[in-house]
């Protein structure tokens, strides 16, 4: 901390924006290697930003894979396991800890599996929730294929006027819920596009998704004078599970299609310029590392966090950096942990193996020579397979660390939302 009499160093970005696509694989956008799908505006930010191309989410579903995102836990001990849990309110979020640094903070969630009824408001100065029933044009209104969305036509003009009303540093998390795999979507008919006519136009929405939403919120901080000093973070929460002849779905297994995604920072102040991070890295590192970038820069008049390194399941990113060298041997650093609760089924991986288990079989894949996850080797390897068990069943033994709390929602209506979302049938 400094004394007061030393000059003070900016911070690395007073704009801190999170954008989360939901159901998004790495491999459909074209700073991953896609030639098909449209994105210059992740492209943009890419090219002068590091990618990660080995990132792992840490559930299959929204509500658990936002909880990690915004604690740096994992599921065992966030407590958000299932649609029916909310985070508890004495858990330390990233908006609480980021006024610890003098931001304000607004999030703009895609629905309420992910609001305040889930204990995501916590630490937000605005929490927008405007929630409307969106009906399929050729769906009855009676039925289950409605679902309350935030519509992203009100979110746009929600976080202008918010940011016309502070000069603050400002955190923004934005949820576009538009590319998940729900069939009433309305695109214009030029984004009307996919390789599978069952695929739900998945390619189109994340064309779509990379004007409406990035290049929208790349255009409002502009326009706000923010954008130099932004630090854009791009990512999805979940990947999808796409097969020839069959609809888009994510929330079963814990397969590669699933657990990978895009992982995007970006900042013209930070020159990065378009490297590459082949290390594996989970979602859960963000918070930590944001969390040690802005220390590393505080001010006399700032404090850092109440937060140390040791309270996060999650390690600093292997960003280029002098002063985050440290951490990346971290004991547990080379495991990336995630569950579907629900179902019973939670895997362990490291760069090269991938350890997964169900309430009736053990698997174990090499993921150098099996990307597609065929072959199963555990009896080649048992000592490596009883090594990623005993790991993975540190993980899975911890508690709760301010106990597992009832979302606030009957469980009839929690059913309806995971029915409008093909997540229960």
Same mark, same amino acid.
């Given at each position: 901390?400094?004394?007061?009499?030393?000059?003070?160093?900016?911070?690395?970005?007073?704009?801190?924006?999170?954008?989360?696509?939901?159901?998004?694989?790495?491999?459909?956008?074209?700073?991953?290697?896609?030639?098909?799908?449209?994105?210059?505006?992740?492209?943009?930010?890419?090219?002068?930003?590091?990618?990660?191309?080995?990132?792992?989410?840490?559930?299959?579903?929204?509500?658990?894979? @936002?909880?990690?995102?915004?604690?740096?836990?994992?599921?065992?001990? @966030?407590?958000?396991?299932?649609?029916?849990?909310?985070?508890?309110?004495?858990?330390?979020?990233? #908006?609480?800890?980021?006024?610890?640094?003098?931001?304000?903070?607004?999030?703009?969630?895609?629905?309420?599996?992910?609001?305040?009824?889930?204990?995501?408001?916590?630490?937000?100065?605005?929490?927008?929730?405007?929630?409307?029933?969106?009906?399929?044009?050729?769906?009855?209104?009676?039925?289950?294929?409605?679902?309350?969305?935030?519509?992203?036509?009100?979110?746009?003009?929600?976080?202008?006027?918010?940011?016309?009303?502070?000069?603050?540093?400002?955190?923004?998390?934005?949820?576009?819920?538009?590319?998940? @795999?729900?069939?009433?979507?309305?695109?214009?008919?030029?984004?009307?596009?996919?390789?599978?006519?069952?695929?739900?136009?998945?390619?189109?929405?994340?064309?779509?998704?990379?004007?409406?939403?990035?290049?929208?919120?790349?255009?409002?901080?502009?326009?706000?004078?923010?954008?130099?000093?932004?630090?854009?973070?791009?990512?999805?929460?979940?990947?999808?599970?796409?097969?020839?002849?069959?609809?888009?779905?994510?929330?079963?297994?814990?397969?590669?299609?699933?657990?990978?995604? #895009?992982?995007?920072?970006?900042?013209?102040?930070?020159?990065?310029?378009?490297?590459?991070?082949?290390?594996?890295?989970?979602?859960?590192?963000?918070?930590?590392?944001?969390?040690?970038?802005?220390?590393? @820069?505080?001010?006399?008049?700032?404090?850092?966090?109440?937060?140390?390194?040791?309270?996060?399941?999650?390690?600093?990113?292997?960003?280029?950096?002098?002063?985050?060298?440290?951490?990346?041997?971290?004991?547990?650093?080379?495991?990336?942990?995630?569950?579907?609760?629900?179902?019973?089924?939670?895997?362990?991986?490291?760069?090269?193996?991938?350890?997964?288990?169900?309430?009736?079989?053990?698997?174990?894949?090499?993921?150098?020579?099996?990307?597609?996850?065929?072959?199963?080797?555990?009896?080649?390897?048992?000592?490596?397979?009883?090594?990623?068990?005993?790991?993975?069943?540190?993980?899975?033994?911890?508690?709760?660390?301010?106990?597992?709390?009832?979302?606030?929602?009957?469980?009839?209506?929690?059913?309806?939302?995971?029915?409008?979302?093909?997540?229960?049938?």
């Amino acid at each position: 901390m400094k004394t007061g009499q030393e000059k003070d160093t900016p911070l690395p970005f007073r704009t801190l924006v999170i954008i989360t696509l939901d159901c998004v694989r790495p491999d459909f956008l074209g700073c991953y290697g896609a030639d098909l799908v449209r994105t210059p505006n992740i492209d943009l930010l890419a090219s002068k930003g590091l990618v990660f191309e080995q990132a792992i989410t840490q559930a299959p579903n929204t509500w658990v894979s @936002h909880a990690g995102l915004f604690t740096g836990l994992y599921p065992p001990e @966030h407590g958000l396991r299932s649609p029916y849990d909310r985070l508890h309110p004495d858990l330390p979020v990233l #908006p609480t800890l980021l006024a610890d640094y003098g931001f304000k903070s607004a999030a703009f969630p895609g629905n309420d599996l992910v609001g305040s009824r889930a204990g995501f408001q916590q630490g937000f100065d605005l929490f927008f929730e405007e929630y409307q029933m969106v009906v399929s044009p050729a769906t009855n209104p009676e039925t289950v294929n409605a679902n309350n969305r935030n519509p992203w036509k009100d979110v746009l003009p929600a976080a202008d006027r918010w940011l016309s009303q502070t000069n603050d540093p400002v955190f923004l998390w934005l949820h576009y819920l538009d590319t998940h @795999h729900l069939p009433d979507c309305d695109i214009p008919e030029y984004f009307r596009f996919s390789r599978d006519p069952l695929w739900q136009f998945y390619e189109g929405k994340i064309s779509y998704a990379d004007e409406r939403c990035v290049g929208a919120i790349i255009s409002l901080l502009r326009r706000h004078g923010r954008y130099d000093d932004s630090l854009f973070v791009i990512l999805s929460d979940h990947g999808e599970t796409l097969l020839p002849g069959q609809p888009p779905f994510h929330n079963s297994d814990l397969d590669e299609a699933v657990l990978r995604v #895009p992982l995007i920072l970006s900042c013209e102040k930070i020159p990065w310029l378009g490297q590459r991070i082949s290390q594996q890295v989970r979602t859960i590192d963000l918070v930590p590392t944001l969390l040690k970038l802005l220390e590393l @820069h505080a001010s006399g008049e700032q404090k850092t966090s109440s937060e140390s390194p040791e309270s996060f399941s999650g390690h600093l990113l292997p960003l280029p950096h002098p002063d985050l060298k440290a951490d990346i041997n971290k004991t547990g650093r080379e495991f990336a942990y995630a569950e579907n609760e629900s179902l019973g089924l939670a895997c362990l991986r490291s760069p090269e193996w991938k350890f997964k288990a169900s309430q009736t079989e053990e698997i174990l894949f090499y993921l150098p020579a099996d990307p597609q996850e065929k072959n199963n080797v555990i009896d080649l390897h048992p000592a490596i397979a009883e090594d990623l068990r005993s790991e993975m069943a540190k993980i899975r033994c911890a508690s709760p660390r301010y106990g597992r709390l009832a979302a606030d929602r009957d469980e009839q209506e929690t059913q309806r939302v995971l029915r409008s979302l093909g997540y229960i049938e």
